[in-house]
């Protein structure tokens, strides 16, 4: 991995935005004094990267209130693509993280980036540690060198180093591989299990033989049984059916009779009506026939009333024609009368709503007088609480003023004092504050001067405040003076409005009166006089007094037509009765033939009806016998419903019997097939667990550690060489003996011996710059390590405050080996507060603390 930009924000001492560009150099010093924010610069690459640094809570915050998160946006190389990763963590809120790799540039030079972000923070993180092939406690252990964490791989107990180191190298991928093979040797297993369940269920299966044959048997002679008493129910039943065909003949006899029976009897009763109503007829005819000359005569009047009543019809017309255009005149007169009475009946309204509106006039003018005279005086307050307001205003503007000098005065009374603590605490004989040679005497004497400036400033800063004490009590003083006029502007404003509505009330009532003076009381006179003389529309009335006269030459009398006319439908029933004699001398003699025909068919009918009712009573009696004797059917059918569903059920455990023996030829080739297949999956479990325990820690892993141990080992020892200058060599043990004596068998481990000349000792034996150094060599060994094999490439080496421990010549040393690995890394970072170490790099990172937090730039 090789960085390219940081930038930062918020984040622990960095408050404001500041960015480091990686591309103007390969090796560079990050120098600032202890506490400058130096190793925050790393924090910031793993918070980044992994979510973690020396703090991983809301603490990478910066504590300034006005910073509301912390934000770092890191671009980076790795395997020929560039990517970019942004962590974000608001304050109080969830932390944010976007990954980003870059797809190309702009003709302008904007990179355009492509989202790898998943859907959750977690999921994202999971893909940033894919891609990068680390974590974080392999990372700052590999190319790391942290504040108070150099010997993090040393100080790991032997077996932690181990899996170290095991990450370090990529061997993870074999705890996957022995992962994977677990599981399939589980599945193989779960698979054995099944085998062996499905082997002994048919075991059991086959044990059952003889008893699965015998009940195949016994079954069978039941379905033998069954099946002979089935047969001889069914004759049975026939036998029964046909016994029961006769019965249901006899009964279809008996209800065909009934049938007869009743149809005679229905027409004998409809023969009865039709004779009873032509007798009614017959004499209702005679009847008429015997007052036939009232008949005639009462017809023969009907007819001279009706010509009367034809004469009186067309006079009648005559007069409906004259008498719809006298009522269509009269309802003109009446439409005019009622628009008339209406319009009299309107004015009249609103003459008196003007005298009422009149007498009104007075009253709203006194009204009139008593808002100008409550305007006069509440323009007065309102003019008295506008100059309170302007004095108000002046007073703070006058406070704003001295608080100003008061702030500035204070500024110059404190440069003052510390000037005077200072020469009061100096003892040398040159001015601290401008560094000139300073006598005693000069001194007591600048010291007074000081003093006298001091007092001149204070003086003036005590009137000032006691001025400002003075305006605050006129101003507290003048505002409970304003509480007094708070609704003033609301009565004003409530006065202006009743002027308003008053005046426009009485100009309204004066327009009115002046418009009703003008046409209203006219126009009143005009309608009362019309009303009064009925001289409204006369040529109406001259019309109506016309048709009046053509009404009277006409002679119609209404109430005679209304009795010719009442008369003539009283005598219409004549009319009818003629007519019905007429019908009744044509109706009689075919009338008197039918009644004789009627009489004779019912006569025919009770015949049949004696005849039908001997026959219905001989079937009813031989059927009630038979139906005695009728064999149980519906028992004989349920016996046989019975017996076959005993077969049946019979039948279906036949068939479930044979098949339960029919199948045990299978069930015994299907047992030996599993015994076959278990010893194969029995083999493949072996093969397995040898796997497993190949790629456990004891296995490949710990064979390619071996191999890889020899490399670190020798290129660590090439490096202490320089260090130490031949004094110290290291050496790694990766199995040692158990404290049980009786144990042949090894541990694994991995232990560091060195050697310093002196004799061998483990690593925990050292302190100090010793320890250090073998750090520092087993570090870059693990790095340049890491930097030539596939997977994982820490092409950055970072060591942070490794020197303080150190003499002139174990730093230079070190500085010598930092030269002589650079080629291997492409970019080398030192972090240091010591200036003797500054001027040995020629890119330097000045990191400073400022009152708005960290800041750096490149020399």
Not at 321 to 345: I, P, T
Request: glycine fraction near 6%; charged fraction near 35%; include cysteine.
């Amino acid at each position: 991995m090789i960085p390219i930009n940081l930038k930062i924000t918020g984040f622990l001492s960095y408050q404001q935005p500041v960015e480091l560009d990686f591309n103007s150099f390969d090796l560079a010093c990050i120098s600032g004094s202890n506490g400058a924010g130096k190793s925050s610069l790393l924090d910031a690459i793993t918070w980044v990267l992994f979510g973690q640094a020396r703090k991983r809570d809301e603490s990478v915050i910066n504590s300034n209130p006005n910073v509301k998160a912390a934000e770092v946006i890191f671009i980076f190389s790795y395997e020929d693509q560039i990517y970019r990763i942004q962590r974000t963590l608001p304050r109080g809120k969830s932390n944010m993280l976007e990954f980003q790799i870059r797809q190309h540039s702009e003709p302008d030079g904007e990179d355009v980036w492509r989202s790898l972000s998943e859907h959750t923070l977690k999921e994202t993180q999971v893909r940033i540690l894919q891609v990068l092939r680390l974590d974080y406690d392999t990372f700052i252990n590999a190319a790391f060198f942290l504040q108070g964490k150099a010997d993090l791989f040393a100080q790991q107990v032997p077996g932690k180093r181990k899996d170290i180191l095991g990450n370090i190298l990529g061997l993870e991928l074999w705890e996957n591989y022995r992962e994977r093979a677990n599981e399939r040797r589980k599945g193989v297993e779960r698979e054995v299990s099944i085998k062996e369940a499905q082997v002994q269920e048919i075991e059991l299966e086959l044990s059952e033989e003889n008893v699965r044959k015998s009940r195949l048997e016994e079954l069978e002679n039941q379905l033998k049984e069954l099946t002979a008493l089935r047969k001889i129910q069914e004759t049975e039943l026939e036998r029964i059916k046909q016994l029961a065909a006769s019965l249901k003949q006899q009964h279809i006899l008996v209800d065909t009779l009934e049938a007869g029976l009743a149809r005679v009897t229905t027409n004998r009763t409809d023969l009865d009506n039709r004779l009873t109503e032509r007798n009614r007829e017959h004499d209702r005819l005679l009847n008429l026939m015997e007052h036939a000359k009232e008949v005639e005569q009462a017809y023969l009047d009907w007819q001279i009333l009706q010509n009367d009543l034809e004469k009186w019809e067309a006079v009648a017309e005559q007069f409906r024609e004259h008498d719809s255009e006298r009522k269509s005149l009269l309802g003109q007169l009446g439409n005019e009368q009622a628009r008339l009475e209406q319009e009299l009946k309107n004015l009249i309204e609103d003459q008196t709503r003007i005298e009422e509106q009149k007498r009104t006039i007075p009253d709203l003018e006194k009204d009139l007088a008593l808002v100008r005279t409550e305007l006069v005086v509440i323009n007065t307050r309102l003019a008295d609480r506008n100059r309170m307001n302007e004095e108000i205003k002046l007073t703070r503007e006058k406070q704003t003023e001295l608080r100003s000098e008061n702030a500035r005065l204070k500024v110059e009374m404190d440069d003052l004092k510390d000037r005077i603590d200072h020469l009061v605490a100096t003892e040398g004989a040159t001015c601290p504050l401008c560094g000139q040679p300073l006598s005693q005497e000069d001194r007591a004497k600048l010291i007074d001067q000081l003093s006298g400036q001091g007092t001149t400033l204070g003086d003036r800063f005590r009137a000032n405040k006691n001025d400002l004490d003075e305006m605050t009590e006129k101003v507290n003083t003048q505002e409970g003076e304003l509480s007094v006029f708070i609704s003033v502007e609301k009565d004003h404003l409530a006065q202006m409005t009743r002027l308003t509505q008053i005046t426009g009330r009485k100009e309204s009532i004066v327009e009115s009166l002046d418009e009703w003076n003008k046409k209203g009381a006219n126009r009143l006179e005009e309608v009362s006089r019309s009303l009064d003389t009925n001289i409204y529309l006369p040529e109406i009335r001259a019309d109506l007094n016309n048709l009046d006269k053509k009404l009277t030459s006409l002679g119609y009398d209404a109430v005679t037509h209304d009795s010719v006319k009442q008369a003539v439908l009283t005598g219409r029933e004549s009319e009818n009765n003629f007519h019905g004699l007429n019908s009744a001398r044509a109706e009689i003699k075919p009338l008197e033939n039918e009644i004789g025909s009627l009489q004779k068919q019912i006569g025919n009918l009770d015949g049949d009806i004696k005849k039908q009712s001997k026959e219905l009573k001989l079937a009813t009696s031989a059927f009630e016998e038979a139906e005695k004797m009728a064999p149980d059917t519906d028992g004989a059918e349920r016996t046989l419903f019975d017996i076959q569903d005993r077969e049946n059920r019979i039948n279906q455990d036949v068939g479930a019997a044979r098949q339960k023996v029919s199948v045990l030829s299978d069930l015994r080739i299907r047992k030996k097939r599993l015994e076959t297949e278990r010893e194969e999956l029995a083999a493949r479990i072996g093969k397995l667990k040898t796997l497993e325990r190949a790629f456990g820690k004891g296995g490949v892993p710990a064979l390619l550690i071996e191999q890889a141990l020899p490399e670190i080992e020798s290129r660590a020892n090439d490096l202490l060489d320089r260090l130490s200058d031949g004094t110290m060599s290291v050496r790694f043990v990766t199995q040692s003996a158990y404290k049980d004596k009786k144990r042949d068998d090894l541990k694994e481990t991995l232990d560091i011996l060195i050697s310093d000349g002196v004799g061998v000792r483990d690593y925990e034996m050292f302190s100090g710059g010793e320890a250090f150094r073998v750090n520092f060599a087993i570090r870059l060994a693990l790095s340049e390590l890491l930097s030539h094999r596939k997977g994982a490439r820490l092409q950055t080496l970072v060591i942070d405050e490794g020197f303080g421990s150190q003499d002139a010549q174990g730093r230079q040393h070190l500085i010598e080996a930092i030269n002589a690995v650079r080629k291997d890394f492409a970019k080398v970072l030192v972090i240091t507060h010591l200036d003797e170490l500054k001027d040995a790099f020629q890119t330097r990172i000045e990191v400073t603390k400022t009152e708005t937090g960290s800041v750096l730039s490149v020399i």
